[in-house]
């Protein structure tokens, strides 16, 4: 739950002009680079601690995609002070919870624990980033793993479209490659490109703490000055310099493989976050199918554009949207799959058509008023259901520090409001387009295996 002081805090903020709103938190930056964010919140004795460090897909290239996912299984595996599993066994036994996750722009490490156990996860942390082992064994034991989960997601339709469709969009951008990589590259990564790619990124000045919760700052500064900042800079983290073309006429994916019903996948380039127009594009995408979670997919609503478009008229069962935010320029997507027992291709060429009927409509309809109010307030609602916990308050901090910059953390509720129904049109117009779109159909093949 949000608490009181959290609720006033939300309530000064939309009420205060950008140049007086104070930060709801504090930057702080060590000499060797390593920033860190912090946020007071003493409602309950509880800390959630995250380390984010700026590597992902995007940071890879053909021989050695998923090699960021896989570095991140490895940091469990022990370092010269902590052995395998004593990590998660250890903050167990101190009462809290601890998960870790990779994307196309980042990988981050958290613990949540009782207040008085902090000192826990900063010792954790300092260690892993610097003394991680990458035993060889333990490297080709976790090879046969995260095979397995690539084969197993290489048996879900939505996530083999989804795959292609991102292939095909995007022809220089790392993007294209995917968090897991490819299993060619997963069958012949070595010890010293996991052990490499560790060195290369897993330093101060490409890392950035985040802390929410009960503590003092002052005092958790001066043990991250004692714990972090001897740890040495890298001076070689390399630059990420693909930019994707401009695309210039539509692409089509085909993909036929076992499953049971019809699915298509349509995406379109849109700007990174750090373009003000990913507010109005955030506010189309609650048009179409709801407001969702800040970074995360869904949707459905039954009162959303899609849903009464297509699911309530059986054309689909099931349909959404999705935008999400990132470090570069990525995607809107649609998605829709068909009815069981409905025509392939009949169900393909009418969801497609459905679906291009309604960005139509964005483009050249009237955006009544009231329902674009509507969307604007379930996307402020998302955004504050985001951080409503400790945890997530400091997962939504350090996300948007990674993507852009944590300052959309005060001034996104303000930004979404001020969406009218002409910028949603514009950028709809703008981004939402035929020549700048990929369109994928999943064709059954058979019963899924």
């Known amino acids: 739950m949000t608490t009181t002081e959290d609720t006033t805090k ?244 085909r993909v036929e493989a076992p499953g049971t019903v019809a699915q298509i996948e349509v995406v379109y380039h849109t700007p990174s976050a750090a373009s003000p127009d990913v507010y109005p594009l955030m506010v189309a995408d609650a048009l179409l199918s709801g407001a969702k979670p800040l970074g995360m997919g869904g949707g459905g609503g039954r009162s959303a554009r899609l849903y009464k478009s297509m699911v309530a008229t059986e054309i689909a069962a099931s349909v959404g949207s999705y935008f999400s935010l990132h470090k570069d320029p990525h995607l809107f997507t649609l998605g829709a799959s068909a009815k069981a027992g409905d025509d392939h291709i009949e169900s393909l060429q009418k969801m497609e058509a459905a679906l291009f009927e309604e960005i139509r409509k964005l483009q050249e309809g009237e955006i009544p008023q009231e329902e674009l109010d509507k969307a604007v307030r379930q996307s402020r609602a998302q955004f504050v259901y985001s951080s409503d916990s400790m945890t997530n308050q400091a997962y939504v901090l350090g996300y948007l520090e990674s993507i852009y910059s944590a300052n959309m953390y005060d001034e996104a509720l303000e930004k979404l409001a001020a969406v009218t129904p002409e910028e949603v049109k514009r950028v709809a117009l703008t981004y939402l387009t035929e020549k700048n779109r990929t369109v994928g159909w999943f064709i059954p093949t058979g019963t899924e295996s």
């Open 10 to 253: 939300s309530e000064q903020t939309a009420e205060a002009t950008p140049e007086s709103r104070p930060a709801s938190f504090e930057r702080h930056v060590l000499p060797n680079g390593l920033s860190v964010i912090t946020k007071e919140v003493h409602s309950a004795p509880v800390v959630s601690f995250w380390l984010w460090y700026g590597v992902g897909a995007r940071n890879e290239h053909a021989g050695i995609t998923g090699v960021s996912h896989w570095v991140e299984h490895m940091m469990f595996k022990g370092t010269q002070k902590l052995g395998k599993g004593q990590i998660m066994q250890m903050v167990a036994e101190n009462g809290g919870t601890l998960n870790a996750f990779t994307s196309d722009d980042w990988t981050t490490y958290f613990e949540t624990l009782p207040s008085d156990r902090l000192d826990l996860s900063l010792q954790i942390e300092s260690d892993r980033m610097m003394n991680s082992l990458f035993d060889a064994d333990e490297v080709a034991s976790e090879r046969t793993v995260i095979i397995s989960e690539r084969e197993g997601s290489e048996n879900e339709p939505d996530r083999l479209l989804d795959e292609d469709v991102s292939a095909a969009a995007f022809k220089v951008h790392p993007y294209g490659g995917g968090v897991i990589g490819w299993k060619c590259d997963l069958r012949t990564m070595t010890r010293d490109d996991l052990y490499n790619h560790y060195k290369t990124y897993y330093a101060p000045n490409n890392a950035t703490m985040v802390v929410v919760g009960d503590f003092d700052t002052e005092e958790l500064m001066q043990k991250v000055h004692n714990l972090f900042g001897s740890h040495p800079k890298s001076e070689d983290i390399p630059a990420v310099r693909a930019i994707e073309p401009e695309q210039i006429g539509e692409r089509r994916v």
